[in-house]
T-cell receptor, first 113, second 114 residues
Framework: KQEVTQIPAALSVPEGENLVLNCSFT??????LQWFRQDPGKGLTSLLL?????REQTSGRLNASLDKSSGRSTLYIAASQPGDSATYLC????????????FGGGTRLMVKP | DVKVTQSSRYLVKRTGEKVFLECVQD?????MFWYRQDPGLGLRLIYF???????EKGDIPEGYSVSREKKERFSLILESASTNQTSMYLC?????????????FGSGTRLTVV
């Protein structure tokens, strides 16, 4: 059974810092890995999707990497801003989970001005 | 951009009422999903559908049913709402089974049952 873990569960940083969010998964037979952002009381917004054959994806100040063999992904946020404050969720779509998404517990990020 | 639209952002219903949550996607996706999200429990899959008129139970289907009469629309039905169904409900769609293209989520419906 696929299990996804995110560390840390919460993070508070001053504005301007570069930061790394971690995601690990137990089964490397995945179709893809997605990073989502969720603001309080809102839905999930897809930030980056890494297909199983890819190593990384970039969008603006965000960079996500994928190492399937070690079951790890990182989300790097450069020059953090207060507007980045949200919960970040990692999810994998994997063969052994009936093609369903398996979510991590999320990292709650606060960027202080 | 793919859009997944949930018809209501906030709903307040009384115990025992029949409740319909509607979800529409505009990119001809095959698959549609309903999740609920609760503090400390994360996202849990209620029902999903791989095609019109098809439905499959997720992890927590009790107390819910679904309808998919058209490809673009997936409805979640609470036959007799109860207070323990107070939650955030999220609809999602994806292109095809085993897709490498990922999921798109709607903006959520916050349901309160009183």
């Amino acid at each position: 059974k696929q299990e996804v873990t995110q560390i840390p569960a919460a993070l508070s940083v001053p504005e301007g810092e570069n930061l790394v969010l971690n995601c690990s998964f137990t089964d490397s037979a995945i179709y893809n890995l997605q990073w989502f952002r969720q603001d309080p009381g809102k839905g999930l917004t897809s930030l980056l999707l890494i297909q199983s054959s890819q190593r990384e994806q970039t969008s603006g100040r965000l960079n996500a990497s994928l190492d399937k063999s070690s079951g790890r992904s990182t989300l790097y946020i450069a020059a953090s801003q207060p507007g980045d404050s949200a919960t970040y969720l990692c999810a994998v779509q994997s063969n052994n989970a009936g093609n369903m998404l398996t979510f991590g517990g999320g990292t709650r990020l606060m960027v202080k001005p | 951009d793919v859009k997944v639209t949930q018809s209501s952002r906030y709903l307040v219903k009384r115990t025992g009422e029949k409740v319909f949550l509607e979800c529409v996607q505009d990119m001809d996706h095959e698959n549609m999903f309903w999740y609920r999200q609760d503090p400390g429990l994360g996202l849990r899959l209620i029902y999903f559908s791989y095609d019109v008129k098809m439905k499959e139970k997720g992890d927590i289907p009790e107390g819910y049913s679904v309808s998919r009469e058209k490809k673009e629309r997936f409805s979640l039905i609470l036959e007799s709402a109860s207070t323990n169904q107070t939650s955030m409900y999220l609809c999602a769609s994806s292109r095809e089974k085993g897709s490498i293209y990922g999921y798109t989520f709607g903006s959520g419906t916050r349901l309160t049952v009183v």
